[in-house]
């Protein structure tokens, strides 16, 4: 699917003027609406897993094992699939975000209230739990959301992606 390979430059394009995560939430609702219609799906898929919870020393790690993840999955699925590795891969857009200048405890909060907003839109069909979710502060306040609000939830197996990587190497 056209949108799977484009879907970080599309999200750079629709966020040029957000300078909020209201106008990140607002933009991905465009863009929800747009491969909806696109690609024909009835389900769309969203990655989760542990990135900042760590400390700020590992986020760098973790976006690039989420980012691994989520190639997987949208590899193994016939639908368009993204996390927050698509939308937040964009240097401009993370300066730009007032969120961004918080506390790293204020900065915690705002994020996870806004992945709670998307999956609050009702677009999400399936979640995705990758590896060490529970570890997340922010995953595990998404797999509680996504159960409530009845979104279909898969668990990545760890040692998929450990024989992925064996092989590529």
Known sequence: MVYN????KEF???TVDATNLGHVRDAVVVLFERVRKETESSRLGYVAG??????EDKVAVNRQILQEHTDRIRAANGFPVFSATDIFENPELWER????????????????AFWREV?????????????????????TDEYNTAQRLGIQIHIV?????????????
């Open 5 to 8: 390979y484009t879907v970080k």
């Open 157 to 169: 197996d760890h040692q998929v992606l450990v024989e992925s990587i064996e092989k590529g190497k």
């Open 50 to 55: 542990i990135i900042g919870s760590e400390g």
């Open 97 to 112: 975000l007032e969120e961004i200048r918080l506390s790293t405890p204020e900065r915690r909060k705002a994020f996870i």
């Open 119 to 139: 999956l609050e839109l009702g677009k999400v069909t399936d979640i995705f739990m990758t590896p060490r979710w529970e570890q997340s502060e922010g995953a």
């Open 12 to 14: 750079a394009e629709i």
